[in-house]
């Protein structure tokens, strides 16, 4: 992967959390956090060509589905090991 490459996605990335910050009134940290414990960041390296072409609302809105699944998974993970 070229430098510039990496530059683009990681701008996108911090757009990313930016955007899920304002929809979610939380700060860059907490938001970072949450994305980032939860795997949506790799998430969103894996398919930046896809979701970097979206919309704001359409961005916020896959975030949102990622985040509900990721955390449905660990729920159901903590629930059965426990």
Do not use: P, W
């Amino acid at each position: 992967m070229s430098e510039a490459n990496k530059r683009y996605i990681n701008r996108f990335i911090e757009i990313c959390i930016r955007f899920y910050s304002e929809a979610h009134n939380l700060s860059y940290s907490d938001s970072l956090i949450i994305l980032r414990e939860l795997g949506v960041i790799d998430y969103i390296v894996d398919n930046y060509l896809v979701i970097g072409h979206a919309e704001k609302e359409q961005i916020i809105s896959e975030l949102d589905r990622i985040v509900a699944e990721k955390r449905q998974v660990r729920k159901t993970f903590s629930n059965i090991y426990a």
